[in-house]
């Protein structure tokens, strides 16, 4: 019987990854894969069979139990198999059920950490998520309920909402409603970590117009303190639609 490793691919190219995630991922048998990963990663398991087990927002339950089967399958016919996930897999990553599946059918795992999303939008937009004084804790939430309502509070200095691309207008009504003021700084970030990755700015009252900017593209949306942006910053990205939206500035 084989083993699963769970690697973080990070949240964009290829080069991402940790040195330790490529160095296992070279001795794949079989890769299963999410669809927000780099096809360029195949190019350290190219003779690995590698299996698109995508998927976006919540699965339905058939969706996850077609994967853990499959993790389970795969590890009693292959010496290693590993699962290949977007970001972090610790973070939205559906861990815990897969981890779960594996343990009860007695196969050995190992997770290697990846980038995740959040700290990928801190590095495109040379915002620091914690600030010295202002920015003394972070939370990573995620809008969306199981039911598929927007929840969201007040429970940290930065908040990074993933999974809230379709909501933006009620994930703004939220954080209002929840206390945060309509001038607080809200920065959404598209495709962090890729070379086309996008950035604007908005107050929260002004969020909704991220939208269409970003629309059908992956997006966390950092509010408050983290979302604020350095004195005397240059603008970090070049991309020419990022361009156009600076002069419709908030
Ligand atoms: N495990 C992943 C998150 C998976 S949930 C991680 O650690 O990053 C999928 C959500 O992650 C998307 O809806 C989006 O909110 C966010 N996301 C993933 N990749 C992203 C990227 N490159 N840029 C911005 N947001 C991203």
Not at 138 to 167: C, I, K
């Given at each position: 019987?084989?083993?699963?490793?769970?690697?973080?691919?990070?949240?964009g190219?290829?080069?991402?990854?940790?040195?330790?995630?490529?160095?296992?991922?070279?001795?794949?048998?079989?890769?299963?894969?999410?669809a927000l990963?780099?096809?360029?990663?195949?190019?350290?398991?190219?003779?690995?069979?590698?299996?698109?087990?995508?998927?976006r927002g919540?699965?339905?339950?058939?969706?996850?139990?077609?994967?853990?089967?499959?993790?389970?399958?795969?590890?009693?016919?292959?010496?290693?198999?590993?699962?290949?996930?977007?970001?972090?897999?610790?973070?939205?990553?559906?861990?815990?059920?897969?981890?779960?599946?594996?343990?009860?059918?007695?196969?050995?795992?190992?997770?290697?950490?990846?980038?995740?999303a959040?700290?990928?939008a801190?590095?495109?937009?040379?915002?620091?998520?914690?600030?010295?004084?202002?920015?003394?804790?972070?939370?990573?939430?995620?809008a969306m309920?199981?039911?598929?309502?927007v929840?969201?509070?007040?429970?940290?200095?930065?908040?990074?909402f993933y999974m809230a691309g379709r909501q933006l207008a009620a994930l703004s009504?939220?954080?209002?409603?929840?206390?945060?003021?309509?001038?607080?700084?809200a920065s959404v970030v598209s495709r962090a970590?890729w070379?086309d990755q996008l950035h604007s700015d908005h107050?929260?009252?002004q969020l909704a117009q991220a939208s269409v900017l970003h629309a059908g593209r992956p997006m966390v949306v950092?509010?408050?303190?983290?979302?604020?942006?350095?004195?005397?910053?240059?603008?970090?990205l070049?991309d020419t639609r990022h361009a156009a939206l600076q002069?419709s500035?908030?």
């Amino acid at each position: 019987m084989g083993h699963v490793i769970f690697i973080g691919a990070g949240p964009g190219a290829a080069d991402l990854i940790t040195l330790r995630g490529a160095r296992l991922l070279a001795t794949a048998d079989v890769v299963l894969f999410d669809a927000l990963t780099d096809p360029g990663l195949r190019q350290f398991a190219p003779n690995a069979r590698w299996v698109n087990v995508g998927k976006r927002g919540f699965a339905d339950s058939t969706g996850q139990a077609t994967i853990n089967a499959l993790l389970i399958k795969n590890a009693n016919e292959a010496d290693v198999v590993v699962r290949l996930k977007g970001g972090d897999p610790s973070v939205f990553g559906r861990l815990e059920e897969e981890l779960e599946a594996l343990a009860q059918a007695g196969i050995a795992c190992e997770v290697v950490p990846g980038v995740t999303a959040a700290i990928a939008a801190a590095a495109a937009t040379q915002r620091p998520l914690t600030r010295r004084g202002a920015g003394r804790s972070v939370s990573l939430a995620t809008a969306m309920t199981r039911e598929g309502s927007v929840h969201a509070s007040r429970s940290a200095d930065t908040e990074v909402f993933y999974m809230a691309g379709r909501q933006l207008a009620a994930l703004s009504r939220r954080l209002l409603a929840a206390g945060w003021p309509g001038d607080t700084p809200a920065s959404v970030v598209s495709r962090a970590g890729w070379p086309d990755q996008l950035h604007s700015d908005h107050s929260l009252t002004q969020l909704a117009q991220a939208s269409v900017l970003h629309a059908g593209r992956p997006m966390v949306v950092v509010v408050g303190a983290g979302a604020k942006p350095l004195d005397d910053a240059p603008a970090a990205l070049t991309d020419t639609r990022h361009a156009a939206l600076q002069k419709s500035k908030p």
